[in-house]
Nanobody
Framework: QVQLVESGGGLVQPGGSLRLSCAAS????????MGWYRQAPGKQREFVAR???????DYPDSVKGRFAISRDNAKNTVYLQMNSLKPEDTAVYFC?????????WGQGTQVTVSS
């Protein structure tokens, strides 16, 4: 069973930056595709970023060029660097992965972008 624990959320002004972390345990981290999703109040959860086992990354247009996902396999941790934050980035951010046994989510970390 994979466990995911996010950290690094908080309140930031528009144009600011935050770095989220997701620590994984219970599995061989390097073998997992890792992702970030977010959910704003009253909206569906949406895809934010993905990094493969080879380090290839993928982003939706809404965050491309502003967000960057990375991984440190030695620390079993995936990061989400968020720059040029906008009020519409306000959401709970979730770490995600999956394997043949199921889909795994962290508990989420709140990101609020407001002046």
């Amino acid at each position: 069973q994979v466990q995911l624990v996010e950290s690094g959320g908080g309140l930031v002004q528009p144009g600011g930056s935050l770095r989220l972390s997701c620590a994984a345990s219970g599995a061989i981290f390097s073998r997992y595709v890792m992702g970030w999703y977010r959910q704003a109040p009253g909206k569906q959860r949406e895809f934010v970023a993905r990094i493969t086992t080879e380090g290839n990354t993928d982003y939706p247009d809404s965050v491309k060029g502003r967000f960057a996902i990375s991984r440190d396999n030695a620390k079993n941790t995936v990061y989400l660097q968020m720059n040029s934050l906008k009020p519409e980035d306000t959401a709970v951010y979730f770490c995600h992965t999956f394997d043949t046994r199921g889909v795994y989510w962290g508990q989420g970390t709140q990101v609020t972008v407001s002046s």
